[in-house]
Protein backbone atom coordinates (compact mmCIF):
# COMPACT_ATOMS: atom_id res chain seq x y z
CA UNK A 1 0.00 0.00 0.00
CA UNK A 2 1.52 2.97 -1.05
CA UNK A 3 2.41 5.85 1.63
CA UNK A 4 0.39 9.22 0.36
CA UNK A 5 0.68 12.82 2.39
CA UNK A 6 -3.24 12.68 3.53
CA UNK A 7 -2.69 9.55 5.15
CA UNK A 8 -0.14 11.03 7.56
CA UNK A 9 -2.20 14.15 8.24
CA UNK A 10 -5.09 11.68 8.74
CA UNK A 11 -3.08 10.12 11.06
CA UNK A 12 -1.40 13.36 12.61
CA UNK A 13 -4.88 15.01 13.13
CA UNK A 14 -5.92 11.76 14.85
CA UNK A 15 -2.74 11.75 17.25
CA UNK A 16 -2.70 15.67 18.13
CA UNK A 17 -6.09 16.83 17.12
CA UNK A 18 -7.53 18.35 14.35
CA UNK A 19 -7.72 21.99 15.41
CA UNK A 20 -4.00 22.43 16.81
CA UNK A 21 -2.47 20.28 13.50
CA UNK A 22 -4.22 22.67 11.43
CA UNK A 23 -3.22 25.72 13.77
CA UNK A 24 0.16 24.58 13.38
CA UNK A 25 0.97 23.19 10.31
CA UNK A 26 1.29 26.31 8.60
CA UNK A 27 4.85 27.21 10.40
CA UNK A 28 6.42 23.90 9.38
CA UNK A 29 8.91 24.41 6.66
CA UNK A 30 8.89 22.12 3.86
CA UNK A 31 11.94 19.81 5.19
CA UNK A 32 10.48 19.72 8.67
CA UNK A 33 7.43 18.62 7.25
CA UNK A 34 8.95 15.99 5.06
CA UNK A 35 10.90 14.99 7.85
CA UNK A 36 7.43 14.61 10.00
CA UNK A 37 5.58 12.50 7.37
CA UNK A 38 9.03 10.17 7.14
CA UNK A 39 8.53 9.37 10.52
CA UNK A 40 4.98 8.60 10.26
CA UNK A 41 5.66 6.30 7.41
CA UNK A 42 8.76 4.56 9.08
CA UNK A 43 5.93 4.15 12.21
CA UNK A 44 3.24 2.43 9.90
CA UNK A 45 6.22 0.09 8.10
CA UNK A 46 7.31 -0.72 11.49
CA UNK A 47 3.78 -1.40 13.03
CA UNK A 48 1.39 -1.76 9.76
CA UNK A 49 -1.65 -3.07 12.26
CA UNK A 50 -2.31 0.72 13.21
CA UNK A 51 -3.93 0.73 9.70
CA UNK A 52 -6.63 -1.47 10.98
CA UNK A 53 -6.83 -0.16 14.44
CA UNK A 54 -7.15 3.82 12.28
CA UNK A 55 -9.90 1.73 10.02
CA UNK A 56 -11.80 0.55 12.76
CA UNK A 57 -11.98 3.99 14.69
CA UNK A 58 -13.58 5.68 11.47
CA UNK A 59 -15.97 3.34 11.31
CA UNK A 60 -17.38 3.70 15.11
CA UNK A 61 -17.34 7.34 14.62
CA UNK A 62 -18.99 7.34 11.19
CA UNK A 63 -21.38 4.82 12.53
CA UNK A 64 -22.09 7.16 15.58
CA UNK A 65 -22.62 10.30 13.78
CA UNK A 66 -25.33 8.18 11.20
CA UNK A 67 -26.57 7.14 14.39
CA UNK A 68 -27.10 10.65 15.65
CA UNK A 69 -28.17 11.67 12.82
CA UNK A 70 -30.70 9.17 12.02
CA UNK A 71 -32.07 9.56 15.33
CA UNK A 72 -32.27 13.22 15.21
CA UNK A 73 -34.57 12.93 11.35
CA UNK A 74 -36.69 9.96 13.20
CA UNK A 75 -37.31 12.54 16.79
CA UNK A 76 -38.50 15.18 14.14
CA UNK A 77 -40.48 13.03 12.02
CA UNK A 78 -41.94 10.69 14.15
CA UNK A 79 -45.29 11.67 14.24
CA UNK A 80 -45.40 11.00 10.24
CA UNK A 81 -43.57 8.19 10.07
CA UNK A 82 -45.56 6.00 13.38
CA UNK A 83 -49.23 7.88 13.22
CA UNK A 84 -49.75 8.47 9.56
CA UNK A 85 -53.06 7.52 8.60
CA UNK A 86 -51.61 6.54 5.33
CA UNK A 87 -49.55 3.36 6.44
CA UNK A 88 -50.75 0.24 6.86
CA UNK A 89 -51.03 -0.87 10.66
CA UNK A 90 -50.54 -4.86 11.53
CA UNK A 91 -49.65 -6.91 15.18
CA UNK A 92 -51.05 -4.66 18.37
CA UNK A 93 -52.49 -1.18 17.30
CA UNK A 94 -51.12 -0.58 21.19
CA UNK A 95 -47.82 -2.21 21.04
CA UNK A 96 -45.24 -0.49 22.95
CA UNK A 97 -42.82 -0.78 20.14
CA UNK A 98 -43.30 -0.07 16.25
CA UNK A 99 -41.44 -1.71 13.64
CA UNK A 100 -41.58 0.77 10.55
CA UNK A 101 -41.34 -0.67 7.13
CA UNK A 102 -40.30 0.67 3.68
CA UNK A 103 -40.43 -1.79 0.74
CA UNK A 104 -40.64 -2.06 -3.12
CA UNK A 105 -42.72 -4.96 -4.34
CA UNK A 106 -40.08 -5.59 -7.48
CA UNK A 107 -37.39 -6.19 -3.84
CA UNK A 108 -35.92 -9.03 -4.15
CA UNK A 109 -34.69 -8.89 -0.46
CA UNK A 110 -38.62 -7.59 0.62
CA UNK A 111 -39.81 -10.88 0.04
CA UNK A 112 -37.29 -12.61 2.34
CA UNK A 113 -37.61 -9.56 4.57
CA UNK A 114 -41.88 -10.16 4.84
CA UNK A 115 -41.31 -13.72 6.14
CA UNK A 116 -39.37 -12.29 8.80
CA UNK A 117 -42.11 -9.58 9.43
CA UNK A 118 -44.82 -12.11 9.68
CA UNK A 119 -42.92 -14.16 12.45
CA UNK A 120 -42.06 -11.08 14.88
CA UNK A 121 -45.55 -10.19 14.80
CA UNK A 122 -46.57 -13.83 15.45
CA UNK A 123 -43.89 -14.45 18.72
CA UNK A 124 -44.66 -10.77 19.81
CA UNK A 125 -47.62 -9.75 20.49
CA UNK A 126 -46.81 -6.34 21.79
CA UNK A 127 -45.69 -5.56 18.12
CA UNK A 128 -46.87 -3.10 16.41
CA UNK A 129 -45.99 -2.93 12.62
CA UNK A 130 -46.46 -0.48 10.24
CA UNK A 131 -45.90 -0.56 6.13
CA UNK A 132 -45.22 1.72 3.97
CA UNK A 133 -44.96 1.49 0.14
CA UNK A 134 -41.46 2.65 -1.10
CA UNK A 135 -41.55 1.95 -4.86
CA UNK A 136 -37.62 2.71 -6.22
CA UNK A 137 -36.93 0.09 -8.40
CA UNK A 138 -39.02 1.69 -11.43
CA UNK A 139 -42.18 1.92 -13.17
CA UNK A 140 -43.81 -1.38 -12.38
CA UNK A 141 -43.19 -0.97 -8.73
CA UNK A 142 -44.82 2.51 -8.97
CA UNK A 143 -48.03 0.83 -10.90
CA UNK A 144 -47.90 -2.23 -7.73
CA UNK A 145 -47.47 0.62 -5.03
CA UNK A 146 -50.65 2.75 -6.81
CA UNK A 147 -52.69 -0.43 -6.44
CA UNK A 148 -51.00 -1.64 -2.69
CA UNK A 149 -52.54 2.17 -1.47
CA UNK A 150 -56.15 2.23 -3.59
CA UNK A 151 -56.36 -1.19 -1.21
CA UNK A 152 -55.36 0.27 2.08
CA UNK A 153 -58.25 3.44 1.16
CA UNK A 154 -60.80 0.31 0.71
CA UNK A 155 -59.66 -1.68 3.95
CA UNK A 156 -58.53 0.27 6.85
CA UNK A 157 -58.71 -2.58 9.01
CA UNK A 158 -55.39 -4.12 7.06
CA UNK A 159 -56.75 -7.61 6.88
CA UNK A 160 -57.03 -7.94 3.53
CA UNK A 161 -54.46 -5.62 2.80
CA UNK A 162 -51.92 -8.49 4.09
CA UNK A 163 -53.54 -10.97 1.95
CA UNK A 164 -53.02 -8.71 -0.80
CA UNK A 165 -49.38 -7.86 0.29
CA UNK A 166 -48.54 -11.62 0.68
CA UNK A 167 -49.53 -12.54 -2.94
CA UNK A 168 -48.08 -9.96 -4.25
CA UNK A 169 -44.18 -9.82 -2.68
CA UNK A 170 -44.60 -13.70 -2.51
CA UNK A 171 -45.61 -14.05 -6.24
CA UNK A 172 -42.74 -14.74 -8.92
CA UNK A 173 -42.35 -12.25 -11.70
CA UNK A 174 -42.34 -8.47 -12.03
CA UNK A 175 -45.08 -6.71 -10.28
CA UNK A 176 -46.59 -4.28 -11.96
CA UNK A 177 -50.05 -3.01 -12.59
CA UNK A 178 -51.73 -5.82 -14.15
CA UNK A 179 -50.14 -8.40 -11.56
CA UNK A 180 -51.02 -6.48 -8.59
CA UNK A 181 -55.16 -6.44 -10.02
CA UNK A 182 -54.97 -9.97 -9.72
CA UNK A 183 -53.56 -9.99 -6.36
CA UNK A 184 -56.21 -7.80 -4.89
CA UNK A 185 -58.92 -9.74 -6.78
CA UNK A 186 -57.65 -13.10 -5.52
CA UNK A 187 -57.92 -11.52 -1.78
CA UNK A 188 -61.25 -10.23 -2.58
CA UNK A 189 -61.05 -6.38 -2.96
CA UNK A 190 -63.78 -4.21 -4.85
CA UNK A 191 -62.32 -4.20 -8.71
CA UNK A 192 -64.38 -1.36 -9.61
CA UNK A 193 -63.43 0.97 -6.47
CA UNK A 194 -60.18 0.10 -7.41
CA UNK A 195 -59.54 0.92 -10.80
CA UNK A 196 -61.04 4.47 -9.62
CA UNK A 197 -58.72 4.75 -6.57
CA UNK A 198 -55.65 4.24 -8.51
CA UNK A 199 -55.80 7.67 -9.67
CA UNK A 200 -57.07 9.99 -6.27
CA UNK A 201 -55.30 12.36 -5.10
CA UNK A 202 -55.08 10.01 -2.02
CA UNK A 203 -52.54 7.76 -3.61
CA UNK A 204 -50.09 10.49 -4.92
CA UNK A 205 -49.98 11.87 -1.51
CA UNK A 206 -49.16 8.94 -0.18
CA UNK A 207 -46.50 7.78 -2.03
CA UNK A 208 -45.09 11.41 -1.79
CA UNK A 209 -45.10 11.49 1.79
CA UNK A 210 -43.44 7.95 1.95
CA UNK A 211 -40.81 8.98 -0.31
CA UNK A 212 -40.06 12.45 2.05
CA UNK A 213 -39.86 10.44 4.61
CA UNK A 214 -37.38 8.14 3.48
CA UNK A 215 -34.92 11.02 1.93
CA UNK A 216 -35.39 12.34 5.34
CA UNK A 217 -33.64 9.66 7.06
CA UNK A 218 -31.11 9.06 4.43
CA UNK A 219 -32.84 5.79 3.37
CA UNK A 220 -32.30 4.53 -0.64
CA UNK A 221 -32.91 1.43 -0.67
CA UNK A 222 -35.94 -1.62 0.69
CA UNK A 223 -36.47 -2.99 2.96
CA UNK A 224 -35.36 -0.57 5.14
CA UNK A 225 -37.07 -0.04 8.78
CA UNK A 226 -37.91 2.32 11.48
CA UNK A 227 -37.46 0.55 15.16
CA UNK A 228 -38.15 2.53 18.04
CA UNK A 229 -35.47 5.49 17.26
CA UNK A 230 -33.19 3.46 15.16
CA UNK A 231 -32.77 3.37 11.10
CA UNK A 232 -32.02 0.09 10.02
CA UNK A 233 -31.44 -0.22 6.45
CA UNK A 234 -31.12 -3.68 4.47
CA UNK A 235 -32.92 -7.23 4.78
CA UNK A 236 -30.53 -7.77 8.32
CA UNK A 237 -32.88 -10.78 9.14
CA UNK A 238 -35.67 -11.81 12.41
CA UNK A 239 -32.85 -11.98 14.81
CA UNK A 240 -31.27 -8.93 13.90
CA UNK A 241 -34.35 -7.19 13.96
CA UNK A 242 -35.70 -8.66 17.02
CA UNK A 243 -32.77 -7.16 18.56
CA UNK A 244 -33.39 -3.66 17.39
CA UNK A 245 -37.06 -4.01 18.80
CA UNK A 246 -35.81 -5.27 22.17
CA UNK A 247 -33.12 -2.56 22.26
CA UNK A 248 -36.10 -0.25 21.91
CA UNK A 249 -38.30 -1.73 24.59
CA UNK A 250 -35.65 -1.95 27.11
CA UNK A 251 -32.75 -0.53 25.79
CA UNK A 252 -31.11 -3.89 25.51
CA UNK A 253 -30.61 -6.83 22.70
CA UNK A 254 -32.70 -9.38 25.36
CA UNK A 255 -35.45 -7.79 27.83
Not at 169 to 184: C, F, I, P, V
Not at 247 to 254: E, F, H, I
Amino acid sequence: MPFRRPLASALLALALGAAPLAASAQSFSEPQRGEIEGIVKNYLLTHPEILEEVSAELGRRQAKAEAEKHAAAVATHAQTIFKSPRGVTLGNPDGDVSMVEFFDYNCGYCKHAMADMLALLKSDPKLRVVLKEFPVLGPGSVEAAQVAVAVRMQDPSGKKYLDFHQRLLGGRGQADKARAMAAAKEAGLDMARLEKDINSPEVRATLEENFKLAESMGMNGTPSYVVGKQVVVGAVGFDALKAKIAMARCGKATC
